[in-house]
């Protein structure tokens, strides 16, 4: 843990040394070239423990990167986390991608295989209402994977993303490392939808 808590500061550090030196007119253009080499090469190093066979590593990598309030390290970690073998990381990137987000955006199409009035009042919902659903997670606890806004209160778990209010509700399952599908539910169960949303 020690070591990659010093590799993760190493490379803060060039973030934070390359974000000041368009402003220092000493340096040269060759020492910004090399000062960003060295930054590529480390975070490069930070990729490969992130794909490492050490699970370990790999969760603990992920979660320093994760939790350094540098975005480009987040960004880094949210790509291979979405995208690893590991299950269980592959969740730690979901639940941690979903908290970040201020707003979740729903596409809906009408449930063809539910019953005929319930196709035709969900069609008629998005002839009114449009096939937009912006769900606001307001309130949320990263550590529990729990949001509440005035309208929705939901939940990340595993790879489900479920959301409940009142006869509303929606549950979503990560489908790749971007996308989201699943099932909604509006106007107390009288209409049903086919529902796909984006992480980013």
């Not at 201020?102 to 449930?111: C, I, K, R, V």
């Not at 008629?124 to 806004?149: E, M």
């Not at 509303?168 to 796909?196: C, E, I, P």
Request: aromatic residues 4%.
């Amino acid at each position: 843990m020690s070591q990659i808590r010093a590799l993760f500061a190493s490379v803060v550090c060039c973030l934070s040394m390359a974000a000041v030196l368009p402003a220092n007119a000493q340096d040269s253009a060759a020492q910004i070239l090399e000062k960003a080499r060295a930054q590529a090469r480390e975070i490069e190093e930070l990729r490969a423990i992130l794909t490492g066979a050490d699970q370990n590593m790999r969760l603990a990598t992920f979660d320093t990167m994760i939790k350094s309030g540098d975005e480009a390290m987040r960004l880094v970690a949210y790509e291979a986390g979405l995208a690893s073998a590991d299950s269980v990381m592959r969740a730690m990137a979901f639940k941690a991608a979903v908290m970040n987000l201020d707003t979740l955006h729903l596409e809906l199409a009408p449930d063809p295989s539910a019953p005929r009035p319930i196709v035709e009042a969900s069609t008629a919902y998005l002839a009114k209402n449009g096939n937009a659903l912006l769900i606001g997670l307001g309130k949320r606890d990263p550590a529990a994977g729990t949001f509440r806004s005035n309208s929705w209160a939901g939940q990340v778990s595993g790879m489900e993303f479920m959301l409940n209010y009142g006869g509303n509700n929606a549950q979503l399952t990560l489908k790749d490392d971007n996308a989201l599908a699943g099932v909604v539910r509006l106007d107390k169960g009288s209409t049903r939808f086919l529902a796909t949303a984006r992480l980013r």
